[in-house]
């Protein structure tokens, strides 16, 4: 007898039901390469300092790849670690104020190394609601207890350690990458210090933009390289490079060196972004002002967006966000932003903890005045119209 034909359904139909509800809730996203060079005006990237395209860190990225080669050509225990990566983690660390660093491909990667690292099964790991999704990552990897407490609050972090007498560590971004507001670092380590816990901050926003000469949102609070806290950082936002670091006391680095599978099992830091970070650091040493400028930029932006009556929030740091009335208005304002000549960031569901919306503009301490009035009549003119209800 012939064998009956089965047709087999396809494995990944989901996919197309779920393209298709992203596209009715307004949530497609897209990838948009852009041109070495763009004419718009950049409020979109995360280049605090404007040290991406500076002649001294771009020629030290050649030197580097010229000297070391493309790659790091293996993970950090093997061949990934060069007399490049050594120098800029001491130099790092004592630039921040921290016993040691360690350096990572990515503040991702860092993240996830800081949180499942230093956690187990028996941790009971603090976690602010708005934290980045790499600190959210890491508490899922690290199989620990995790308890979710309200944005920026440090009595429900000491409410969720009362009674737990296990190892704990509370888990906080230093400036909040949707809003930019900063959180309350010296009320949390007191309160961590109060149970018995240790106090993770992610400085990826803080770092170059606070603190004295950019040191850092610990530095700025006086943690910085006390033996109960450890931060994370990026070095491709106010450094202009690529690439994470974790800074602590030097037991918990040498820790992550022998326990981090992200630090372990991934391919070293590029020589490059190695170099061009090295060499941001030292110009940020010699130009303290840099970081000063930022916060002087984003302050005006923002007093120049809600002058003209926007739901603007007041930047702690470089971060300045714009409330829209929904993900689709959020998209046109972005766009019609674009076409005037500004690149703005849009900011939607899932990546928004609270839900809303909004036009994420970030500071740069090159821009100049005539700029920010360009940029926030840009952002004003092309608002969408707030919806009645709103």
């Known amino acids: 007898m012939p064998q009956e034909h089965r047709s087999t359904p396809d494995p990944f139909d989901w996919i197309d039901e779920h393209a298709e509800l992203r596209r009715r809730a307004g949530l497609v996203r897209s990838l948009r390469p852009r041109p070495a060079d763009s004419p718009l005006l950049d409020l979109a990237g995360n280049d605090y300092l404007g040290l991406a395209r500076h002649p001294e860190v771009v020629a030290a990225a050649s030197a580097a790849a010229r000297r070391w080669g493309a790659g790091a050509t293996g993970s950090r225990l093997v061949t990934g670690t060069t007399e ?50 790499s600190l959210i990552d890491g508490c899922r990897l690290s199989r620990a207890e995790t308890a979710v407490v309200p944005h920026s609050d440090p009595g429900a972090v000491g409410k969720a350690l009362d009674g737990f007498a296990g190892r704990a560590v509370a888990v906080t971004d230093s400036v909040f990458s949707v809003d930019g507001d900063a959180a309350p670092l010296a009320e949390l380590a007191a309160v961590c210090r109060g149970h018995g816990a240790a106090l993770l901050v992610d400085d990826a926003h803080g770092l170059g933009v606070l603190g004295d000469g950019g040191r850092g949102a610990l530095h700025a609070a ?129 990546s928004v903890p609270d839900g809303i919306s909004r036009l994420r503009l970030t500071a740069r301490a090159d821009l100049t005045e005539a700029e920010l009035d360009a940029a926030a009549a840009t952002v004003t003119r092309t608002a969408p119209p707030v919806r009645p209800d709103a």
């Open 222 to 350: 006086g943690l910085a390289g006390d033996p109960d806290v450890v931060a994370t950082a990026t070095l491709s936002k106010a450094l202009g490079s690529q690439g994470g670091a974790v800074l602590g006391p030097a037991r918990v680095i040498d820790h992550l060196v022998n326990t981090a599978r992200t630090f372990v099992f991934d391919t070293g830091l590029a020589p490059a972004a190695a170099g061009a970070a090295l060499a941001a650091l030292r110009l940020l040493r010699a130009e303290p002002g840099r970081s000063a400028r930022v916060r002087e930029v984003a302050t005006g932006l923002y007093e120049r967006l809600a002058g003209a009556g926007l739901d603007a929030t007041r930047p702690d740091a470089a971060v300045v966000s714009v409330r829209a009335p929904s993900p689709e208005a959020a998209v046109r304002w972005a766009a019609d932003c674009r076409g005037a000549g500004l690149a703005a960031g849009c900011f939607r569901p899932p």
């Open 84 to 133: 490049l990566h050594a120098e800029l983690e001491a130099e790092l660390a004592d630039f921040c104020g921290f016993e040691a660093a360690l350096v990572f491909s990515s503040g991702y990667a860092a993240n996830l190394a800081a949180v499942t690292a230093l956690t187990d099964r028996g941790t009971l790991v603090v976690s602010d609601a708005a934290n980045h999704a």
